[in-house]
């Protein structure tokens, strides 16, 4: 079995503040887990994930998220908040083993203050 | 643009009506997923299919069905609409190898009147 869970369904941040938004997962075997954007009125839309190469992983708009076993946590960081990253924020968890069964978390929105 | 192709993008129908929202995955994925987004709900996984077969099933809905072709497209079958089912149907499709990483669609948003 897997979960995942946010923590936080909305965040606000000012502009040029430190975003963090928090994602703790349970998974029976090891897991692949991801971060997903969503602007509004669109698609989800990658923006990482973590394969087990490596336990900080770097994605695109200059979010990174570090996978930590110890506290099964996959949190989303970025230095420094622009207007552009209001959006809706997703992590998930994929097993490694079995048909590609994915889970979601329930999002959190973010707003970022001018 | 992630290669995940659905139509309509747009549709209004009235309560009762049947409906058919079609997906094609990106080149070479075998894997198609469908979900519903609302705004009470949230996005919720309805069903997945690989390579023709029903893999998984979610919160679906008895009066929802869905079918993956020998092409890989998948058709989302709604029928005896319902004010409720309003919302945002994504599909979403994956590689059969690697991390499972997934691709969706733009969306089609269903209005029930």
């Known amino acids: 079995a897997q979960s995942v869970t946010q923590l936080g369904s909305h965040v606000s941040v000012s502009e040029g503040a430190l975003v963090l938004l928090r994602c703790n997962y349970s998974s029976s075997v090891p897991p692949y887990l991801f971060w997903y954007v969503q602007y509004p009125n669109q698609g989800l839309q990658l923006l990482l994930k973590y394969t087990s190469a490596a336990t900080l992983v770097k994605g695109i708009n200059g979010f990174e998220a570090e996978f930590k076993k110890s506290e099964t946590s996959f949190h989303l960081t970025k230095p420094s908040a622009h207007m552009s990253d209001a959006a809706e924020y997703f992590c998930a968890v994929s097993s490694t083993g079995g048909y590609q069964k994915v889970t979601f978390g329930t999002g959190t929105k973010l707003q970022v203050i001018p | 643009d992630s290669g995940v192709t659905q139509t309509p993008k747009h549709l209004i129908t009235a309560t009762g009506q049947r409906v058919t929202l079609r997906c094609s995955p990106r080149?070479?994925?075998?894997?198609v997923y469908w979900y519903q987004q609302s705004l009470d709900q949230g996005l919720q996984f309805l069903i997945q299919y690989y390579n023709g077969e029903e893999r998984a099933k979610g919160n679906i809905l008895e009066r929802f069905s869905a079918q993956q072709f020998p092409d890989l497209h998948s058709e989302l079958n709604l029928s005896s609409l319902e004010l409720g089912d309003s919302a945002l149907y994504f599909c979403?499709?994956?590689?059969?190898?690697?991390?499972?990483?997934?691709?969706f669609g733009p969306g089609t948003r269903l209005t029930v009147t």
């Open positions: 979403a499709s994956s590689p059969s190898t690697g991390y499972r990483e997934q691709y």
């Open positions: 080149s070479g994925d075998l894997s």
